[in-house]
């Protein structure tokens, strides 16, 4: 847990980060560096997406899975690791 | 860049495309640059292919083969518009500028416009 703790507050130091969300397989945010409105908003609208994503990728080809997805806005760039069991958001300013 | 009146092809086909600054490009001129930027992204190391896409989501260019356009384009489509109402969800002022969906073999990168759509498929390891 001490890791996890110092590798968000590596993330949330870093120029232009916003906020950092780790989300459990259900969709669940377990930890947020944001207020409780934007986490479930962002947890609840990215988890959808992340399954479309992965389920598009499997379907080009099923021998391949998704490592990664970049969303980039006028506003911010939203970035999402997914893992087995958790997904990782992080949402930063880029031109910061 | 196109001058319009003072470029070489001015005195024939007038045919023209309004760029965002309202100043006009002959449309012989833009496609010229269009292929040329095209064939710039393709040259690139590690690309494997790439799209693009009308507003109707029919691909108006592409450098592979019709089953995986196809099948890509219907795919990137759907996720688009999806990346593209979540952002809105989130900030109704907000709009999706790029999408890259890293997996373990390759990336694919997407570019959203008001009238097109563009994918470049590449192999990010090489």
């Given at each position: 847990?001490?890791?996890?703790?110092?590798?968000?507050?590596?993330?949330?130091?870093?120029?232009?980060?916003?906020?950092?969300?780790?989300?459990?397989?259900?969709?669940?945010?377990?930890?947020?560096?944001?207020?409780?409105?934007?986490?479930?908003?962002?947890?609840?609208?990215?988890?959808?997406?992340?399954?479309?994503?992965?389920?598009?990728?499997?379907?080009?080809?099923?021998?391949n899975d998704l490592t990664f997805?970049?969303?980039?806005?006028?506003?911010?760039?939203?970035?999402?690791?997914?893992?087995k069991d958790y997904f990782l958001?992080?949402?930063?300013?880029?031109?910061? | 860049?196109?001058?319009y009146q003072k470029c070489k092809?001015?005195?024939?086909?007038?045919?023209?495309?309004?760029?965002?600054?309202?100043?006009?490009?002959?449309?012989?001129?833009?496609?010229?640059?269009?292929?040329?930027?095209?064939?710039?992204?393709?040259?690139?190391?590690?690309?494997?292919?790439?799209?693009?896409?009308?507003?109707?989501?029919?691909?108006?260019?592409?450098?592979?083969?019709?089953?995986?356009?196809?099948?890509?384009?219907?795919?990137?489509?759907?996720?688009?518009?999806?990346?593209?109402?979540?952002?809105?969800?989130?900030?109704?002022?907000?709009?999706?500028?790029?999408?890259?969906?890293?997996?373990?073999?390759?990336?694919?990168?997407?570019?959203?416009?008001?009238?097109?759509?563009?994918?470049?498929?590449?192999?990010?390891?090489?």
């Amino acid at each position: 847990m001490a890791e996890v703790d110092e590798t968000m507050k590596r993330l949330q130091n870093q120029k232009g980060v916003q906020g950092i969300i780790i989300v459990n397989a259900e969709g669940i945010p377990i930890k947020s560096t944001l207020d409780n409105a934007s986490t479930v908003q962002y947890a609840g609208n990215i988890h959808q997406l992340l399954m479309k994503a992965r389920g598009i990728v499997r379907d080009i080809d099923p021998q391949n899975d998704l490592t990664f997805l970049r969303i980039r806005s006028k506003k911010n760039e939203v970035m999402i690791a997914p893992d087995k069991d958790y997904f990782l958001i992080v949402i930063q300013n880029p031109t910061e | 860049m196109c001058d319009y009146q003072k470029c070489k092809h001015w005195g024939g086909n007038q045919d023209y495309t309004s760029t965002r600054n309202k100043r006009k490009t002959h449309l012989c001129c833009d496609m010229a640059e269009v292929e040329d930027t095209l064939k710039r992204i393709q040259g690139y190391n590690g690309v494997i292919g790439s799209i693009v896409v009308n507003a109707e989501g029919i691909p108006i260019r592409t450098t592979l083969d019709n089953s995986t356009t196809v099948q890509y384009v219907g795919l990137l489509h759907q996720l688009t518009m999806k990346a593209r109402s979540t952002i809105r969800d989130i900030d109704p002022q907000n709009d999706l500028t790029f999408l890259r969906i890293r997996s373990k073999k390759h990336e694919i990168m997407v570019a959203p416009d008001k009238e097109f759509l563009m994918i470049v498929i590449q192999s990010p390891t090489e």
